[in-house]
């Protein structure tokens, strides 16, 4: 069977929603409606449209069709627009190019009047984000009686990682595109993830639950080195037995920002490639605590019954980073339906700046209440502020689908941040202790690979 050009051009505008005349230049009847394919986010002008006026075969008009596009530009065809001088003017004299999904060649959009429209968009995510679990903090114990050392894992560790917990966030992003053909535009972003930061007893001994507890270190005070648990409520026969809790709090926060100039590498009208180059800002804050307080019960073992004793320790993380960042972003059209992709890294400079504290409060019935500024893993020799400056690279991908409805797309999407070499605030705990003597170890920068990733619900609004 053979199809000649002009039931071609009807069999493409029924696909892609527009005029047949459009395809083939031919005049036809403006009061004829012009055939559409209802697609929301089509935006590909009929000719009948009597902003524009007619297009005839006779018109200086390059014709609507596929032939037209540069293989690595979004250049519009030109048409007749009221007003203009000529018989002809550039689309990019009276409107911006929109983006038309369903990969017909670019047009001017006149949806909204000669206003400018498809140039500039913004975008709001919701972040559903994990992160790396945490395996240096110090292992909570518990016993299985009174009369035993504890040694079941009920939190910290390798077996009870803390830090594994959902963490919420928002995104917003803007962009706009600098010239008509859509080959040059900026865009820039800002984020963050913030957790509750609140505290959590993880364990507790009182008389309705006497069972032991208590914190798993390494005494150095014994030859080898060996485990040892700390603050325990252990029953001695005839003395009975200490009470008190056990609180660990762990937060994390994250805020990030960066800016871009996207360049147009390689596309047509249904994908494009682009470079995107610029400056990333990222300060990303960890931080653990511990205390603990017991009340003395065991008779005459030297400290006075109804002896509470509290102790913190607060280990605290600062990773600021300034740099540059290079990427490529990739966009599939069809429909309704847009995937992306992007992939970027950003190198510069990480400062780091670690901050230990600690305190001790024993309150002894009748005599009254000393205190100590320094813990219990927090010893005064690694209490203090230090800070350092690294190199550092921060690599980050993304995939995303969106569909659009009107102006607007809704995604979904994933996305992947790695933070090489940064200090978090439980690698800084040294689980070595002397309770004899305490720790005299200086405090040393501790650094891992961190990493966040999780999904991204949003909403993208084009103007």
């Not at 018109?59 to 037209?68: A, I, L, Q, Y």
């Not at 894992?153 to 008509?180: H, Q, Y």
């Not at 325990?232 to 871009?260: E, H, K, Q, R, Y």
């Not at 950003?346 to 000393?370: D, F, K, L």
Request: hydrophobic share 35%; charged share 15%; net charge negative.
């Amino acid at each position: 069977m053979k199809i000649n050009r002009k039931t071609l051009s009807l069999i493409i505008a029924s696909l892609c929603g527009t005029s047949a005349s459009a395809l083939v230049g031919q005049e036809y009847d403006p009061s004829t409606q012009a055939a559409s394919s209802g697609r929301i986010g089509d935006t590909a002008m009929s000719t009948s449209d009597p902003r524009v006026g007619s297009i005839s075969s006779s018109d200086d008009v390059v014709p609507f069709s596929e032939d037209t596009l540069h293989p690595v530009s979004f250049h519009s065809p030109e048409i007749n627009v009221p007003g203009s001088t000529g018989s002809s003017a550039s689309c990019g004299d009276y409107q911006s190019v929109a983006c038309n999904p369903c990969g017909t060649t670019s047009v001017c959009d006149y949806s909204s009047g000669l206003t400018s429209s498809g140039c500039g968009w913004i975008e709001t995510e919701a972040l559903l984000w994990w992160g790396k679990g945490l395996t240096g903090t110090p292992t909570i114990l518990r016993g299985t009686s009174p009369t035993t050392l504890p040694s079941i894992p009920i939190a910290g560790g390798e077996d009870n990682p803390l830090g594994t917990n959902m963490f919420a966030g928002m995104r917003v992003t803007a962009g706009k595109w600098l010239d008509n053909d859509k080959n040059y535009g900026v865009m820039g972003r800002v984020f963050g993830l913030l957790s509750d930061g609140g505290t959590t007893t993880v364990a507790a001994a009182t008389p309705g639950n006497p069972n032991s507890t208590g914190i798993g270190y390494f005494d150095t005070f014994i030859a080898p080195p060996g485990p040892a648990v700390y603050f325990t409520n252990i029953a001695f026969p005839g003395f009975g037995a200490n009470t008190g809790t056990i609180s660990v709090s762990n937060d994390l926060d994250l805020i990030a920002a960066d800016t871009s100039v996207r360049t147009l590498l390689i596309g047509d009208s249904k994908g494009r490639v682009d470079l995107l180059g610029g400056y990333t800002f990222l300060r990303l804050d960890s931080g653990y605590g511990l205390t603990s307080s017991v009340t003395n019960g065991n008779t005459g073992d030297g400290t006075a019954d109804g002896t509470v004793s509290t102790v913190t320790d607060s280990f605290r993380t600062k990773n600021t980073f300034h740099g540059g960042h290079l990427g490529l972003m990739n966009e599939l059209s069809c429909g309704r339906f847009t995937f992306s992709m992007t992939g970027k890294v950003a190198m510069g400079n990480m400062n780091q700046t670690s901050i230990i504290t600690g305190s001790r409060r024993i309150v002894t019935p009748n005599v009254g209440t000393s205190t100590s500024n320094f813990g219990f893993f927090a010893q005064p020799g690694n209490i203090g502020t230090i800070t350092r400056d690294r190199f550092a690279f921060v690599p980050e991908a993304s995939a995303k689908m969106k569909y659009q409805l009107g102006r607007g797309q809704f995604g979904l999407g994933y996305t992947l941040l790695v933070l090489p070499n940064v200090a978090m605030a439980a690698d800084q705990i040294n689980l070595n202790v002397d309770p004899i003597v305490g720790t005299t170890t200086p405090a040393r920068f501790s650094t891992d690979t961190f990493f966040l990733h999780g999904l991204d619900l949003g909403y993208t609004l084009k103007f």
